[in-house]
Structures are given as structure tokens and as C-alpha cells.
């Protein structure tokens, strides 16, 4: 049951201090908990969701083109980074939280609507007590290969407040 914008985030705030990063993502997935923002705003979805590794889906769309006539580089850099960070949450534990130090994208062809819903694969490489890394890609229904990205994040405890 999803409450108003300000008490979903309250909402959303709580139950992530008191969920590990799979449960969190769990719910996020099972549309428990409101989306992030920027995952509902670019049409993002959790499709995986298992210990090390998830899978995140998203549809090329109109809004998302450049100039030259193409999905926008950001926009597939925004669907990796959501993946990577999604894999790496899923083995925090509650009351920890992680940042992004590094983000490595590669884009190995264009982009465009006609794809349709593309999946971004991230799986955790290695989680320590401060750093953990890992590698995702962005493949189409037929297997092809759009980018791939690999990340450095760094493990924090959670604040209390904002």
C-alpha cells in the first residue's frame, strides 16, 4: 500500500533502515515501497533480484534521444549505475549504505526506440568491509550487446537523518 509523496519517503526512509539492502530491493521490486525518483522517472524496473546479482529493465523511448539521433549516452549510463548500485545494495546489511566513487561506462553501439526493453545485468565482483565493485551490461532481447560498465562504491553506515 503506497502513501502521499512526503509519507512514502518517510515510509521508504524507515523501512530501508530497518531492511538489509535485498529486502529493501525485494520490496522495491514486489512495488512495496514507491520507486526512486529518478528510476520512476526514467521508466526503470527490478525484474532480478537475488544476492550479488539483479537485473534491471528499461525502454528506450522518444524523450531519451540526442542530437545525432540516438538514446542518449546518460541514459543507458543511468540504467547501469542503477544496476551496479542495485547489485551492490542487495548484500548490505540494514543500517549500512553505499556511494558511487567510480563509474566506468562503455558503449558499444547506438541506441535507439526500435530496440524496445532492453535488461542491464550487474553482479557484485567483490564486497569488503569499506569497498565493493562490480560490472553490468546492456543487452537487447536477441543478446546483443549495447554498453557494459563496471563500479567502485564505497560502504558507509547510515545516517540517522538527512
Known sequence: MRQGRKNGKTETRTRRHELDGL???????????PQPPLVALLGFRLTVVDPGHVTVVGVPRDAFYNGAGVIHGGW???LLDTALGCAVNSLTSAGRAFTTLELTVNLTRPLRQEVGEVRCEANVLHVGNRVATAEARIIDSQGKLYAHATTLCI???RPTDR
Open 76 to 78: 543507458s549510463a543511468a
Open 155 to 157: 560502504l558507509v553506515e
Open 23 to 33: 529486502g529493501y530491493l525485494r520490496a522495491l521490486a514486489a512495488d512495496e515501497l
